[in-house]
């Protein structure tokens, strides 16, 4: 069983940067792909950002290309978004995840263990 727990969330202006954190317990954490997705209120989750187990490949949605930069520490257990020129419509509850799998994907069906979320919210 793997415990993910994100941190890092908080508000930040537009055109600022955050980065969020998510550290994994209980389980072997390179052998997982990782992912991040987001839900806005009112709205369905949806990807983010993905990396595989060794971190040389990474995967985007459109909407956050060239902003956002997704990396993984293995020797840390941890993953990491970065988030440049973060926009408002970025503000959303953002969690991470694990999927035994290899290479990458975006689709949530597919990963195995979730965190809680941690909240972030872009000002204007």
């Known amino acids: 069983q793997v415990q993910l727990v994100e941190s890092g969330g908080g508000l930040v202006q537009a055109g600022g940067s955050l980065r969020l954190s998510c550290t994994a317990s209980?389980?072997?954490?390179?052998?997982?792909?990782m992912g991040w997705f987001r839900q806005a209120p009112g709205k369905e989750r949806e990807f983010v950002a993905a990396i595989s187990r060794t971190g040389a490949i990474t995967r985007y949605a459109d909407p956050v290309k060239g902003r956002f930069t997704i990396s993984r520490d293995n020797a840390k257990n941890t993953v990491y978004l970065q988030m440049n020129s973060p926009k408002p419509e970025d503000t959303a509850d953002y969690y991470c995840?694990?999927?035994?799998?290899?290479?990458?994907?975006?689709?949530?069906?597919?990963?195995?263990?979730w965190g809680q979320g941690t909240q972030v919210t872009v000002s204007s």
């Open positions: 995840a694990a999927a035994l799998i290899f290479g990458t994907s975006s689709d949530p069906g597919r990963y195995d263990y």
């Open positions: 209980g389980g072997t954490f390179s052998t997982y792909s």
